[in-house]
């Protein structure tokens, strides 16, 4: 008698249900650590027009006088995050103004497209340091 080689369909179908378990359990946990690496891009994007603002605000005493930043002339600008590529956030501020000069300011990073479902949502960032995510995420999202 001469023995056949190859698959049976029933292995084959094996197979396939064993790739599509494995895919069900590991594609949620790759999308929530592109989200975080996203998300980490994000903040640090937040910190770098945090620190222009305080450099600016060290020697002038006024937030609008930096140049480049997001209250400069008084606010209303936007940027993306990342600066170059796919933008997952845009960052806006609004700067407070004290009598004659802007005295403070709250930067915003607004979830984009795929990242508008990650956990933390909108990410914020004051003038005092205040870290928040205003989708009430966990508290690690800072």
Known sequence: MKRMKGFTLIELMI???IIAILLTIALPAYNEQIRKSRRA???TDLTEQSQLLERMFTTDRDY???TGSLCAGGGGATANS???GTAWYTISAVCTKTGATYTAYTL????N???????CGTLTLNSVGAKTAVAGG???CW
């Open 82 to 84: 990342p600066p170059t």
């Open 108 to 111: 915003t990073a607004t979830p």
């Open 138 to 140: 966990p508290t690690n």
């Open 41 to 43: 891009q994000g903040k």
């Open 15 to 17: 197979v396939v249900a």
């Open 64 to 66: 609008s006088l930096a």
């Open 113 to 119: 497209g795929d990242q508008a479902t990650d956990m």
